[in-house]
């Protein structure tokens, strides 16, 4: 099941808002699609990522995907681990797995966003 204080989007990121840092990751659907996690490109600190437009890549040993941004803000963190470590991505999505932190420009964007049942029912679960 994926955790409840979060939210979701169609493309199987997650976000969750911390005071006003949002951390963005992958959904475990997402790294189950994927398989096993080779290559997580990032953008740097300081970068602005916008709502739904996609802001890094994951690769895998089948496929590349792009990772969305489910909200627009300003990177203020990377999480070098999951650079150094892929593998982090598939064994704790929702943890050590994270791939940005972000200072939301706009809040309300949440509202567009899927929560956890939602999101469950996006993927048929």
Do not use: C
């Not at 989007?9 to 790294?31: F, K, M, P, S």
């Not at 890549?57 to 470590?85: F, Q, W």
């Amino acid at each position: 099941m994926d955790p409840d204080d979060r939210k979701y989007t169609e493309e199987h990121e997650w976000v969750q808002l911390t005071g006003d840092v949002a951390t963005v990751g992958i959904t475990r659907y997402a790294q189950d699609q994927l398989g096993d996690i080779v290559y997580v490109e990032l953008p740097k600190v300081g970068a602005r990522v916008e709502q739904s437009q996609a802001f890094g890549v994951v690769e895998s040993v089948k496929t590349a995907s792009d990772l969305y941004a489910p909200l627009s803000g300003e990177v203020i963190e990377v999480n070098r681990e999951v650079v150094d470590h892929p593998e982090l991505v598939n064994q704790d999505p929702y943890g050590a797995g994270w791939m940005i932190k972000v200072r939301p420009s706009n809040p309300g964007e949440l509202d567009r966003l899927l929560d956890a049942a939602a999101y469950a029912r996006h993927v048929g679960g």
